[in-house]
T-cell receptor, first 112, second 114 residues
């Protein structure tokens, strides 16, 4: 069974803090994605990775960075959290030849 | 351009009704079209997948794609209260969005009244 886990379901941080969001998959999928979901804006792609140590910017990469040191783990980093980064963050994975991205349960981040 | 337009609702219908959900898009390069369902406080899960224009049926669900009009639809027959969720259309130039991610609509919040 496909499993994508995210390190926290809910997170509260202060403005200016460095924040790490972790995503782990057990399916040996090559591709991993980070989206954020906001009311009225839907899901928007932040970054994605198609292999270890490879990363590509999505539609809204500003204020974020990513790390993929191992195939199963993809981290989203907020270098200096700001209130406009309060959002639901969703990780997804995809393997070649498959049609669907598999999503994790999401991390709801509140930046105060 | 990657905009996808989707009415956010909420759309409220009685149990047993036929539901029609729609999205329009502007990027003619999109070839792969998906509908995801998202329950409250959960991640999205794939419901239907269609390549290029045409229809696809799976049980009570039918997906339609009209590339000439840049318009996609999801129909739900005999709607059930368990169908209450947010429905997200998504599309990509590449299979599964592997090369550049998926472009999503804003999602339609559907409520099926018992």
């Amino acid at each position: 069974d496909v499993k994508v886990t995210q390190s926290s379901r809910y997170l509260v941080k202060r403005t200016g803090e460095k924040v790490f969001l972790e995503c782990v998959q057990d399916m040996d999928h090559e591709n991993m994605f980070w989206y954020r979901q906001d009311p009225g804006l839907g899901l928007r792609l932040i970054y994605f990775s198609y292999d270890v140590k490879m990363k590509e910017k999505g539609d809204i990469p500003e204020g974020y960075s990513v790390s993929r040191e191992k195939k199963e783990r993809f981290s989203l980093i907020l270098e200096s959290a700001s209130t406009n980064q309060t959002s639901m963050y969703l990780c997804a994975t995809l393997t070649q030849g498959e049609e669907t991205q598999y999503f994790g349960p999401g991390t709801r981040l509140l930046v105060l | 351009q990657k905009e996808v337009e989707q009415d956010p609702g909420p759309l409220s219908v009685p149990e047993g009704a036929i539901v029609s959900l729609n999205c329009t898009y502007s990027n003619s390069a999109f070839q792969y079209f998906m509908w995801y369902r998202q329950y409250s406080r959960k991640g999205p899960e794939l419901l239907m997948y269609t390549y290029s224009s045409g229809n696809k049926e799976d049980g009570r669900f039918t997906a339609q794609v009209d590339k000439s009009s840049k318009y996609i639809s999801l129909f739900i027959r005999d709607s059930q209260p368990s169908d209450s969720a947010t429905y997200l259309c998504a599309m990509s130039q590449y299979s599964g969005g592997g090369a550049d991610g998926l472009t999503f609509g804003k999602g339609t919040h559907l409520i099926i009244q018992p």
